[in-house]
């Protein structure tokens, strides 16, 4: 499995389009009719219409998002999933919490620019003193934001 999707849903109309440029042109010659639960049924024989189709902008497609994903995509989920990682080391080596915690903690950080929101510290996270709170948001610009 690789891991292309991210690329194709970032780009979704053209991947659509470029599955239409063979379909729209071979549709005149397809019989069909659709069935009442919404699908179609295909009537005629249609194996000679795709069995040597010309899929160059179909595999030219599928190469550009390969190329993102190595050089875009993988590289920002390693940096990441280096980055939580810090940060989940940094807040469980001062203070005890489950992992799903830490990652409610990770959104409202990410979520507020590195800050707990008053409603987070005064909600779920009412049990962390005022200093554990100044401390998991310097942990977490150390490892979000570089600082």
Same mark, same amino acid.
């Given at each position: 499995?690789?891991?292309?999707?991210?690329?194709?849903?970032?780009?979704?109309e053209?991947?659509?389009?470029?599955?239409?440029?063979?379909?729209?042109?071979?549709?005149?010659?397809?019989?069909?009719?659709?069935?009442p639960?919404?699908?179609?049924?295909?009537?005629?024989?249609?194996s000679?219409?795709?069995?040597?189709?010309?899929a160059t902008?179909?595999?030219?497609?599928?190469m550009?998002?390969?190329?993102?994903?190595?050089?875009?995509?993988?590289?920002?989920?390693?940096?990441?999933?280096?980055?939580?990682?810090?940060? =989940?080391?940094?807040?469980?080596?001062?203070?005890?919490?489950?992992? =799903?915690?830490i990652?409610?903690?990770?959104?409202?950080?990410?979520?507020?620019?590195?800050?707990?929101? =008053?409603?987070?510290?005064?909600?779920?996270?009412?049990?962390?003193?005022?200093?554990?709170?100044? =401390?998991?948001?310097?942990v977490?610009?150390?490892?979000?934001?570089?600082?």
């Amino acid at each position: 499995m690789f891991p292309n999707s991210n690329a194709i849903l970032e780009r979704i109309e053209e991947y659509r389009r470029v599955l239409e440029s063979h379909s729209r042109r071979i549709l005149l010659f397809v019989d069909w009719c659709a069935t009442p639960a919404g699908n179609v049924d295909v009537l005629s024989d249609t194996s000679h219409l795709s069995r040597y189709f010309d899929a160059t902008p179909h595999a030219e497609f599928l190469m550009s998002c390969v190329r993102q994903t190595i050089e875009i995509d993988l590289p920002w989920e390693v940096a990441f999933l280096r980055s939580h990682d810090r940060f =989940k080391a940094g807040v469980e080596a001062f203070v005890e919490m489950p992992d =799903k915690t830490i990652d409610l903690l990770y959104h409202f950080l990410s979520q507020n620019d590195g800050r707990l929101s =008053k409603r987070a510290r005064e909600g779920e996270f009412a049990l962390m003193t005022a200093p554990e709170v100044e =401390k998991v948001e310097k942990v977490y610009s150390e490892a979000f934001l570089g600082d």
